[in-house]
Structures are given as C-alpha cells and as structure tokens.
C-alpha cells in the first residue's frame, strides 16, 4: 500500500497564478484533510472532507477551494495564488470512526513558494 | 486558554538521557489524547494514542493528569534517532471528530 500521496512535492508560482495539489489515499478512509503549516504556527486546518461529495471549511479556508469527487482523492486549488500561501501543505485521512478521526495518516507534503 | 499549548523548545538532552515534555489543553471533558512525531522537512506520524489514563510503548510513556490538564510524554534512555518535534492533538471543545487541532509541537534534540 502507497498509503497516502502527494503531487507535486515541491511547486514555485507567481502570484495570481492558479495550481491544484492532488492527494490520494489507498486505505480506504473515509475522512480527508488539508492542513498548511508554517513556521512557529503549527499545523493549521485548511478543508476537510467526512465523504465522497462533501466537503467542509476549516481553520484557514480563505483563498482556497476543495473537492472530494472520489473516495480515494481530495483535491486543493489555489485559484489566485499570494505569496502568503507559501507554505507546506499536508495532506491527510483517517477512519471515520469516532477517536480514529484523530488517528491521522499523512502524505509527504508539498511545498509551495508563491513569489 | 488555547485548545493545546505545548512549550516550542527546544529540549537539548545528552544521549542515554530521559526527557519528559507536557501538553496543557483548555477541554476538561478531554478523554482521550494523541503524540505525534515530526521529523525535520518531514510528516507527521501518529507515535501514541492513549484513551485512558495513560499508555506505554517500549521507551515512550504518556500520561495523563485530569487535575491539570496536561498530558506528558515520557522518553526514556534517548536515543539520536528521537531527534523530531513531538506534536500533541486533543479533541476540541466543540466535539466535532473532523477538526483535529494539532499543538505548535516541542522540538528534542538528542546530542551525542
């Protein structure tokens, strides 16, 4: 099992370009996550998913948009880049199950410079 | 009160030492708590979960105190390779299993 991955792992946009981060899992999760962490603040959360279709605001909504169309992929779009967003941005699944929701499984991370 | 706080470090201990750093969180009614270990330029990975008053894994020991609300993590004979920043997660006040809320982590650096 690939477990969860990420594409691209490193990206450099423009500001006011556009780009989607892919992340897929093959664990059958049914919640995923996209987290962005920068220096001294932590892991903070983006958008999440609890299934197929839907999609919800997290932490830091502003500026980007998801979609979960299948089970197994949760997409990130940046519409029009800032260089505020130069980030790490993570990826991440978890059973749905209860506690398991904090039993999180990471993708390797994309990171992104917006100049 | 932040959700979680953890103290940035970082804790700088000779190899063989043992280390212990806590994590204070804001929900009494908190149950359940979660380590995780992050390596430099790397993801997170679950390192502990415990569900009660606390749990044990070969030279990793977390605890829970209700009274103060914190949680500690216990690491016993340090070794190079625990070298990572240590994040704690604790259930939010809202409930809500789907937003996680991850601690600033505490760096360790084990010296030769």
């Known amino acids: 099992n690939a477990g969860v991955t990420q594409t691209p792992k490193f990206r450099v946009l423009k500001t006011g370009q556009s780009m989607t981060l892919l992340c897929a899992q093959d664990?059958?999760?049914?919640?995923m996550y996209w987290y962005r962490q920068d220096p001294g603040m932590g892991l903070r959360l983006i958008h999440y998913s609890v299934g197929e279709g839907t999609t919800a605001k997290g932490e830091v909504p502003d500026g980007y948009n998801v979609s979960r169309l299948k089970k197994q992929n949760f997409l990130l779009g940046l519409e029009s880049a800032a260089p505020s967003q130069t980030s790490v941005y993570f990826c991440?699944?978890?059973?749905?199950?209860?506690?398991?929701?904090?039993?999180?499984?990471f993708g390797p991370g994309t990171r992104l410079t917006v100049t | 009160r932040k959700e979680v706080e953890q103290d940035p470090g970082p804790f700088n201990v000779p190899e063989g030492a043992t280390v212990a750093f806590n994590c204070t969180y804001s929900n009494s009614a908190s149950q359940s708590f979660f380590w995780y270990r992050q390596d430099c330029r790397k993801e997170p990975k679950l390192l502990m979960s415990?569900?009660?008053s606390g749990n044990e894994d070969g030279r990793f020991t977390a605890q829970l105190n209700r009274a103060s609300q914190y949680i500690s993590l216990l690491i016993r004979d340090s070794k190079l390779s625990d070298s990572a920043t240590y994040l704690c997660v604790v259930p939010p006040n809202s409930g809500g299993y789907q937003k996680v809320t991850f601690g600033i982590g505490t760096k360790l650096q084990v010296i030769p």
């Open positions: 991440a699944s978890s059973f749905r199950q209860a506690l398991s929701s904090y039993e999180q499984y």
């Open positions: 415990v569900y009660s």
């Open positions: 664990m059958n999760h049914e919640y």
